[in-house]
């Protein structure tokens, strides 16, 4: 009888430890909660076409409405400056505590139209502007930037020329959440980005053995293959 009680006794608290263990994996979002504790929703992510068509061809867009406006501006070629065209795009925080955006910009990537992503508060200070995106490849491309957004109220997209080469913007704010992973594990980059497949490996600078498992990385050098092995 005392042997069936201990087992019991054992099966109940590898259940219980088992039970509180399945909160660590917990995969869900974080909840957003008000100054008053009251779990607030989160906002939709925002979908925005900016490629030009004609007035009779367009349809309105539907946008969350933490996205106020998109007003497109020309500016003329002046002396050696050649025209630009602004793609300005009014937002307000949906929360307090959301203070992140994350803007992902679709473009045709032409060489001398790279755009550049430029963020304002409301007195028209210039709070950043992001480096020319793109590489010139000349082709469709993609990229992302995370943009701090306390105080700010517009986000430019500034490129060479009439804007058609501008397709689109991802936007959806950020959140924080704590993530748990083993000590022995190799350290990754942490790439905000959620279209990739994974983020990239840190390259070791001296090779290391793990359980049996050695970690190493390619001679910088270039080695060339031919028939001798040098």
């Known amino acids: 009888m005392l042997q069936r009680a201990f087992a019991f006794f054992v099966v109940l608290l590898t259940t219980t430890f088992f039970l509180r263990a399945q909160d660590a994996t917990h995969d869900g979002l974080p909840e957003l909660r008000d100054a008053n504790g009251s779990q607030m929703p989160l906002p939709h992510s925002a979908w925005l076409d900016l490629r030009q068509a004609a007035a009779g061809s367009s349809t309105p867009q539907n946008a969350p409405d933490w996205v106020e406006s998109i007003t497109l501006v020309s500016i003329p070629a002046k002396g050696e400056t050649p025209a630009q065209t602004i793609f300005r795009i009014r937002v307000a925080r949906p929360q307090l505590a959301l203070q992140v955006l994350l803007m992902r910009l679709l473009f045709d990537d032409k060489p001398d139209q790279q755009p550049t992503i430029t963020i304002w508060d409301e007195s028209g200070s210039q709070v950043m502007q992001s480096a020319p995106l793109g590489s010139g490849i000349d082709l469709a491309s993609s990229e992302s ?29 950020m959140v924080t959440r704590s993530v748990a992973h083993p000590i022995s ?9 959620p279209f990739a497949a994974a983020a990239p490996l840190r390259v070791p600078e001296k090779d290391s053995e793990t359980f049996g498992t050695v970690t190493a990385s390619l001679a910088p050098e270039a080695i060339r293959i031919g028939a001798t092995v040098p």
Do not use: H
């Open 145 to 173: 930037v995370l943009l701090p957004m306390i105080g700010v109220s517009a986000i430019d997209v500034q490129v060479k020329g009439d804007g058609s080469t501008i397709r689109g913007a991802f936007l959806d704010w």
């Open 185 to 193: 594990a190799g350290a990754r980059e942490i790439m905000p980005e």
